[in-house]
């Protein structure tokens, strides 16, 4: 087999499905034969340039992430996700590219007595069945929880991202508005994840990240957020906020940044986050548990924690 990035992409859109860490991949059915991604120099390494910005590669682990003490000076809120995600010995081995493409967690497609529009059926057996955890924020007939905490980090980060053979674009056009019930994320088969690359940081801006479980360790979860902010003379002048698990992508919240900069308390600038949820029978606990765990973020952003 052509050993290069082009070979590798041709290998995937004939049935093949790439793996980095396996972490994900391992613990499901692959759609085809593993193509193993390890070694690939095009994929790998942190490279800062001279503009500020910085490229890391998409095989670069998660542990890698959460340990660079560059990278916790320069982007806390990457380095911080990336400590919180599941348990040291997988943060080992998960890759920033396999925690960004992984697949969903929902009990209903990772079943084989279930069929659902991820796996070719025709609808989402989770409507009429359990939904505790299921997304709160609806986006479409889909209601599995996007499972990546790094996108929610490179979301509030402004990051975009590398496609071999194309150019960068933002990372919430990797999930797009989540409509699509069929898909975890949007890149065409074939298609090979390269790298992340980070703008300049803002000058004093302060970040944090929060996850609400329903255990201490090695839990997916309930809801989580992310937070870079900037505080001059206790107002804030810079606002980027983003959360997740609780809807089928990572979202950006816009209305709750505006409202911090329009000097809005924390607490009633994180309520607005509310306004997008539309709850199923079983997970209206969410909303309350989304707008907290924003509110923790934010103060711990703001140095209030």
Known sequence: MNTSLTGIGEAARRGGEPRA?????MSRPAAGPHIDLHGRPELSGVVWREDGTVRVGALTT???LAAD?????AHPCLALTAA??????????????????????????????????????????????????AAVVRTGPCL????SSLAVALLACEASVEVHGEAPFPVGELYGDGADPTRDHLLPPGAILAAVVLPPPRAGER????????????EWPLAEAAARLVVDDGRVRFARVAVGGVARVPLRLTEVEHA?????????????????CTPTSQNAYKIALLTGTVLETLEQAAGMR
């Open 260 to 276: 911090l900069l329009a000097g809005e308390p924390l607490e009633q600038a994180a309520a607005r986050a509310a306004a997008r």
């Open 69 to 73: 003490p560059r990278l916790a000076s």
């Open 207 to 218: 970040a944090a990240y929060h996850r609400a479980t329903a255990r201490a360790h090695a």
């Open 84 to 133: 919180a995600v599941a348990t040291p010995e997988i943060r080992a081995v998960a890759t920033l590219g396999g925690n960004l493409l992984q697949r969903n967690r929902c009990p209903y497609f990772r079943s084989p007595a279930f069929s659902c529009f991820q796996d070719g059926g025709h609808d989402c057996p989770a409507q009429d069945g359990l939904t505790l955890r």
């Open 144 to 147: 599995a929880p996007h499972p």
């Open 62 to 64: 998660i542990a890698d």
């Open 21 to 25: 860490g396996g972490t994900d991949l």
